[in-house]
Each structure stands twice: as structure tokens, then as C-alpha cells.
């Protein structure tokens, strides 16, 4: 065989070897990437499941407890006819913690806009055997009649162990190193933590206890309340909060104790989104020595509030790591709400007055702009016009939403004399969501004059102005007339005496020439 056939040999065999093995390795990539995002099915993370408020609820045995789901459209286009539903477990009867009504969970959700999000709830009732322990429950969301869904999501539900008709043997077992206490029956783990993160285990520290006090009781620490300094909370400002713990055992001291707060993460944007609080220090760890039996201590932090969160309660849950006296290792968790306000903002347009000055019992149009500026609503908006010289005007404006224009626009009437420009004060009032009134001012000048009466021009031997019934000045109006019917007459009667005085003359001075032609003839 010669070396060009040798070469075209090995190049073949190699292409049947990458035919082969090119299949099973895209295969393994796909597993791979399933296993990466946890989930199974055609999964999207732009349709996001999560439990109202994120938190994770507490079930207990024989107690009915709705679960209200948030389900989010950011796929970039409108999506209809879609249905949520729950992985009942399948074979596996011990992944679903409770009693099974219905073949089949399923809510409905028509039409659901790009960027919205709408809520769905589940009314669920812990089976009495689902023990103590967190349960991760897939949730999936399908459209159309299509089997695979578009996006599912793990989510977590706590149960709680039926109480046992008898606990003194229980006790008496655990105090004996009899391996049950409150526990697994293998003597291991128990779940205790209240959240979405991996299941929080607190193992037992001696034969058997299970992660039980000496006296076999669990020694529990509760959040009783918390304050925030200042009493409320601004959108861009810092504040100190200080969360009140209580140890509810009785007998047990708690030590060692790890505290870690998580916000919210808060914005559309990737490039944007943070959480909705953040530790000032840059750590949101807080560490405590202990709390003695049934005793109280606070733990303060102080947290920066995102400057563009909107008007409304946030959620933060609290986990909490302790040891008991026994030195077991008990993980829980709680959650606050913390409600955040934002700051009204707006500006005035220049003032438009027409005219700058009025007389007395005039008016003045005042015109001009309020721009919201700012991320909450003005509800019954209202400018009051005050000053010397106007009487006060008072006008409504309405509700002007964020990042819309209220038109103001007011006739302000004069009222008396000012010595020249008077300041006018124009007070807007306005409302939040909780009904309280807030208030701004803002200044202009305007004049106003003595009004001018033009009758006085004319006045009577008394005094008084003589007119007609329609106030026109009739006396004034007849000397004019008799002055120029003068005037006529005399010039008329000179003329009519230059005339007869012409007429004279013309006679004179034809009797003259009469005289003249018969002195003529006379002479010889």
C-alpha cells in the first residue's frame, strides 16, 4: 500500500471515530447544563416562579395554609394561556408533604404582558406524617397544551411534626441516649431553618440527643420585633436597624450565635440590579455571644435603602446559626418587612402673568407648570394664591402621576391699593398614599392700582357728576352745542350786514351816476 493510501486510511478511520463519539459527547453537554441550572424540562429564566415576599412558609399538621406564587414575564413578549402546577412527586410519595386532594394542581393565567407579573395561590394541607424538614417543591409553567414546560422552579415549605400523645417517654429516651428526641428516626439530622438556601442540619452532639438539650426541648430563638433609625425609611438614605431576639427556652442558654441578613434583589436591568439594602460596613454578618435563658438581646446593622425603590414594604430574611448548651449546632430563620418611603420631587415652570399690574376690582391671569419629577404619585394636588392687595383664590389641580404635568391656572382679582410690586404666595398642597398633606411655596409680584374713573372729568355746581340715565355727560355736551350755535348765529348775522351794507353802496353809487347823465343833458 503506498503512503497516500495510508494517509487517507488513517484519515477516514478518524472521521468514523469523531461520527461516533460527537453524539454522546453533545448529550453529556446538555446533562451537564440540566444539572447546572437544577431544574429539568425546556427550562427559561425568563419566566421567573417565586413565592410572594420570598418567603418560605410553615406548615403544620391538619392546618389548611394558602401558598401564593409570583409568576414574572421577562421573555420580552406577551405570553397567553398559561398554567402553573406543582411536581406531586410522582413514585416518590415522600417528596410532597401533603394530603392529596386532586389529581392534578393547576392555576390558570390568560395573558401575561412583557415585564408583568401576575399572582396565583394553592391551597395545600400538611399530610401528618411529612415530619419536621424542609421540602423542595418543582413548580412549572406550561403554555398552550404543550407537555414541556417553559420554566420550572425549586421552590421550599417547611412542615412541622405532628405533636406525640406522649413526650415524657420521648424525653426520658433522649435524656438516656436513646437516639429518637425530636429528630430522624436514624438518629441523624433534623431539619430547623426557615428559608430559600440549602436545608439548614443541626446535628446531634452526643449519643443519640439529635441535636436536643439536655431535657430533650429544642431551645428556639424568635425575632419579637425591630426599629429602624430614623422611624422611616427614605429611598437613597441610610438608616440603623436593630432587630429584638428572644431565647423562648426556659432552661436553655443559646451561645455563639451568627446572624446573616439578604434583601431583595431590586431592578429589570442586569446591569442595574442590586439588592434592595445594603450593609454600609460591606458585610451583612452580625455576631453575638449568646442569649441567656428566656432572656432578650438586640443586634443592630446599618443598611443603605437603593435610591430608586419604590413606595412599599421589603422583605428581609434573617438565618441565624446558635449553639445550645450542648454546644449542637440549631440553624432558623426569620423575616421583617421594612416599609421604604420615597421623597416627593417636583419643580414650577416660570410664572406667566397677564397683565403685571390691575386696577382694583381688575384681574390677573397667573399661569404655570408642576413637573413630578420624582417615582411616587401627588394625589389631590391644590395651589392657594395670598397676598396683599388680591383677594385669596384657591384652584384644584388632581392627581398628577409620576413623571406627568399639572396645568395651574388662576384669575386673581384686586382688592385694594399697594404701594407699588406686593408679593403674592402661592402654596401648593398635596397628598401621599396614607392621606398625610405636605405643603411648598413659591413667590411673584404683582401691582395693583386705584381704578380710574374718567366722569370725574365733568363735575356740577354740587359737586356731583351730571348725567343721563346712562351715565353720559349731558350738560357739558349742551354748552358745546349752545357755544357753537353762538358762534353760527354771529357769524351768519356779520355777513348778512356786509351783504345789505354792499347793497347800500351799489345803490349810492347808481343814484350818483343818475345825477351825473342828467346834469349832462341839462347843458346846451
Not at 99 to 121: A, F, M, P, R, V
Not at 144 to 158: R, S
Request: hydrophobic share 35%.
Amino acid at each position: 500500500m503506498t503512503k497516500s493510501r495510508r494517509v487517507m486510511a488513517v484519515i477516514v478511520a478518524a472521521l468514523l471515530i469523531i461520527a461516533m463519539i460527537l453524539p454522546g459527547l453533545v448529550v453529556k453537554a446538555e446533562a451537564a447544563e440540566e444539572k447546572e441550572t437544577g431544574e429539568t424540562g425546556r427550562v427559561t429564566t425568563k419566566v421567573t416562579i417565586e413565592s410572594k415576599d420570598n418567603k418560605t412558609l410553615q406548615y403544620k399538621p391538619g392546618e389548611s395554609q394558602k401558598w401564593t406564587l409570583v409568576i414574572t414575564n421577562k421573555t420580552g413578549q406577551k405570553l397567553s394561556n398559561l398554567s402553573v402546577s406543582p411536581d406531586m412527586g410522582g413514585e416518590n410519595a415522600d417528596a410532597w408533604p401533603f394530603k392529596t386532594d386532586y389529581q392534578k394542581y393547576e392555576q390558570k393565567i390568560d395573558t401575561l404582558e412583557n415585564g408583568d407579573h401576575k399572582e396565583i395561590s394553592f391551597d395545600f394541607l400538611q399530610r401528618d406524617d411529612a415530619g419536621t424538614r424542609r421540602y423542595a417543591i418543582p413548580f412549572s409553567v406550561y403554555t398552550g397544551d404543550n407537555d414541556e414546560p417553559i420554566a420550572t422552579h425549586k421552590l421550599y415549605v417547611n412542615t412541622t411534626e405532628k405533636p406525640q400523645a406522649d413526650n415524657s417517654q420521648n424525653q426520658g429516651d433522649a435524656g438516656n441516649g436513646g437516639g429518637s428526641g425530636s429528630g430522624s428516626a436514624d438518629g441523624g439530622a433534623m431539619t430547623a431553618s426557615v428559608g430559600n438556601d440549602e436545608p439548614a442540619v443541626y446535628s446531634g452532639g452526643g449519643s443519640g440527643s439529635s441535636g436536643s438539650s439536655s431535657d430533650g426541648s429544642v431551645p428556639r430563638v424568635i425575632v419579637t420585633g425591630f426599629d429602624t433609625n430614623p422611624a422611616e425609611v427614605h429611598a437613597g438614605s441610610d438608616f440603623t436597624l436593630t432587630i429584638h431576639l428572644k431565647n423562648t427556652s426556659k432552661k436553655t442558654k443559646v451561645q455563639n450565635m451568627l446572624f446573616e441578613l439578604e434583601a431583595p434583589t431590586e431592578g429589570t436591568d442586569e446591569q442595574t440590579s442590586a439588592p434592595a439594602f445594603l450593609p454600609t460596613s460591606g458585610s451583612n454578618s452580625i455576631y453575638l455571644d449568646g442569649i441567656k435563658a428566656d432572656g432578650t438581646a438586640d443586634i443592630s446593622i446599618t443598611l443603605n435603602a437603593k435610591a430608586d425603590l419604590l413606595q412599599k414594604p421589603y422583605s428581609i430574611n434573617l438565618s441565624m446559626k446558635y449553639e445550645d448548651s450542648q454546644a449542637t449546632q440549631i440553624d432558623s430563620s426569620s423575616s421583617i418587612s421594612i416599609p421604604v418611603k420615597q421623597d416627593a420631587r417636583f419643580e414650577f415652570s416660570e410664572f406667566e402673568i397677564s397683565p403685571q399690574t390691575i386696577e382694583v376690582g381688575g384681574e390677573a391671569n397667573v399661569m404655570c407648570s408642576l413637573y413630578n419629577l420624582g417615582r411616587i404619585k401627588l394625589y389631590n394636588a391644590k395651589a392657594r394664591f395670598e397676598g396683599n392687595g388680591i383677594k385669596k383664590q384657591e384652584i384644584f389641580i388632581g392627581n398628577v402621576e409620576a413623571g406627568a404635568t399639572g396645568s395651574i391656572d388662576a384669575m386673581l382679582e384686586g382688592e385694594k391699593v399697594t404701594n407699588g410690586n406686593s408679593k403674592i404666595t402661592m402654596t401648593l398642597s398635596y397628598e401621599d398614599e396614607s392621606g398625610n398633606i405636605s405643603e411648598t411655596t413659591k413667590d411673584f409680584e404683582l401691582e395693583v392700582t386705584e381704578a380710574v374713573d374718567d366722569s370725574d372729568m365733568y363735575m356740577n355746581t354740587d359737586g356731583d357728576v351730571d348725567a343721563g340715565s346712562s351715565g353720559f355727560p349731558v350738560v357739558p355736551v349742551v354748552v358745546v352745542i349752545v357755544i357753537i350755535a353762538g358762534v353760527v348765529a354771529a357769524v351768519v348775522f356779520v355777513k348778512k350786514k356786509k351783504k345789505k351794507q354792499m347793497l347800500n353802496e351799489e345803490e349810492e353809487l347808481l343814484d350818483e351816476l343818475d345825477r351825473s347823465s342828467e346834469d349832462e343833458r341839462e347843458q346846451p
